[in-house]
């Protein structure tokens, strides 16, 4: 086998947009309003941040 990967192989050819990085809204992507209306309705509600402690082992590994 080479060491061409399956995702290599599966988009030769195409044009892929990459939208794991970065605002897609230069890219005329928006939210869609239902998700919209769902932030707006629970925003009071919501947590500003995630937990970012980090998974357990590393925790206790001290890295």
Same mark, same amino acid.
């Given at each position: 086998m080479s060491g061409?990967?399956?995702a290599a192989r599966?988009? @030769?050819g195409h044009r892929i947009? !990459?939208?794991d990085l970065g605002n897609p809204a230069p890219w005329g992507l928006a939210t869609?309003?239902?998700i919209v209306a769902d932030v707006v309705?629970?925003?009071? @509600?919501a947590q500003g941040y995630s937990?970012?402690?980090? !998974?357990?082992?590393?925790e206790r590994a001290g890295t």
């Open positions: 061409t990967t399956s599966c988009c @030769a947009l !990459k939208l869609p309003e239902p309705q629970n925003i009071m @509600a937990d970012a402690r980090g !998974k357990l082992p590393e």
